[in-house]
């Protein structure tokens, strides 16, 4: 008897069919609480960082849920919470013109200047 | 002339820069991801409920509070992996539409029951063992977003293996029934711990285009002989034997060989006919349901609330 077996990874057992290519983006959103990025300082004198998102009907409930999800073993000490809608990021496209000319400015570094050996605490 | 976008992508991809969600991606790559790394998160969700069985029949008030832990933050696995599919464009509704319809898949291991106390450590020993297997490698995925949750994973995982081979440990010492019910859960949950891995390498005809775009780095058998290498030396410390008459060292290989794996039985299990396919998927959309009121509640009040502002 022939046995087919479909493939399938860790995390990725096959499907019936292919649902990924059907979905659309505009329905079944209606109902959903907005989504929250959320921001860890994870001890005095440190930045905030990003740690990652979730979703809440409002602030307070955001903040409680990033405690129980972001911080079960001593991750932080303070949480930034930031509604994702409120967050603008430069196009990826446009990353060559924004972040080369910094290339071409070397003398902006302090290795460009070649100093006599003798000279100390420089 | 400049190469096509698809080279481009592919020269990241072998140059070891992740792709973030804004990039330009082939749509295979990310429909392959959105499925992968959703019917990783239902997982993580169905996995709960085999253990939600034994909160209330924990057998101390420290065994309980480990194992409401562990289900804490199989929630929170969840929760990383559902954001980090949403990042390529799916609403996390329609992730949770697609798994209590029935149209995605999760892991095969969580339509298994959990009949005694000990099947509770064994699968944090063996299911939470294959998946570490798994996960680790998962870290340096070519996707950010989904090597940034399983990072997150990984680094409490860990905890979810220990505390069930030290459960094990404390049955394996003591009474005569206890000994027996450890041994009854390793012989229940060996075969489909092995199975959890996926199809052999010769059957997975799709595992080249996912190495390719560094998704998966090692196979199936890659990872399954693994994981047998590593428990037929961990059960020797528990004094238990695994339920395999051909498992035995090779000399030559400096490997473990193991006895033929029934993939007919994972295929039936895949297709919905394992022993709790539909208990699993009862006991999910009741939740669903049953929370709904809650969840139009918050809703409402928080549009109360923004009125008042």
């Given amino acids: ?122 | 002339m400049g190469i096509n976008l698809e080279e481009q992508f592919q020269q990241k991809i072998d140059q070891e820069i992740k792709i973030e969600p804004k990039d330009w991606m082939p749509q295979k790559y990310r429909h392959t991801l959105i499925r992968q790394i959703s019917q990783h998160a239902h997982s993580e969700v169905v996995g709960m409920l085999p253990e939600g069985n034994w909160i209330s029949r924990a057998p101390s008030l420290k065994r309980k509070a480990i194992l409401l832990a562990k289900i804490q933050d199989e929630a929170g696995h969840g929760l990383y992996l559902y954001s980090a599919a949403e990042t390529l464009g799916i609403s996390r509704d329609e992730m949770y539409e697609q798994l209590h319809s029935g149209k995605a898949k999760y892991s095969s291991i969580f339509n298994y029951p959990t009949l005694t106390w000990a099947d509770m450590g064994a699968i944090g020993w063996l299911v939470d063992g294959a998946a570490i297997l798994n996960q680790v490698p998962l870290c340096r995925t070519s996707y950010g977003p989904y090597a940034r949750a399983m990072i997150r994973v990984c680094k409490e995982e860990s905890f979810h293996q220990r505390q069930g081979f030290e459960s094990l440990l404390v049955l394996s010492k003591g009474t005569e029934d206890q000994k027996r019910m450890c041994q009854e859960a390793i012989n229940r949950w060996w075969w489909p711990c092995l199975m959890m891995f996926g199809p052999p390498d010769d059957q997975s005809p799709n595992t080249i285009q996912s190495m390719q775009w560094k998704i998966k780095r090692f196979s199936n058998d890659e990872l399954r002989q693994k994981f047998v290498n590593m428990i037929a030396e961990q059960i020797k410390i528990l004094g238990m034997t695994l339920p395999d008459p051909d498992l035995e060292w090779n000399e030559e290989t400096m490997q473990y060989d193991f006895g033929k794996i029934n993939w007919e039985e994972l295929k039936q299990v895949i297709q919905g006919n394992g022993p709790c396919n539909k208990e699993r998927m009862d006991a999910r959309r009741k939740a669903w349901n049953d929370g709904e009121w809650v969840r139009d509640a918050a809703s409402a009040y928080a549009a109360k609330h923004s009125k008042q502002l």
Avoid: C
């Avoid at chain 1, 479909?6 to 990725?12: E, S």
């Fill in chain 1, 1 to 122: 008897m022939k046995t087919f077996i479909r493939k399938f990874f860790y995390g990725d057992y096959g499907e019936e069919k292919n649902i990924a290519t059907e979905h659309n983006p505009s329905r079944q959103t209606i109902n959903e609480w907005p989504l929250w990025e959320v921001f860890i300082r994870s001890k005095q004198g440190l930045d905030h960082k990003h740690v990652g998102s979730l979703h809440a009907a409002d602030a307070t409930m955001a903040m409680e849920n990033a405690r129980d999800v972001y911080t079960r073993r001593n991750e932080g000490i303070s949480i930034w919470i930031v509604e994702s809608k409120n967050i603008h990021a430069n196009n990826p496209d446009d990353a060559d013109a924004l972040f080369d000319p910094a290339n071409d400015k070397i003398y902006r570094h302090p290795s460009f200047y070649e100093l006599p050996d003798e000279l100390k605490h420089m």
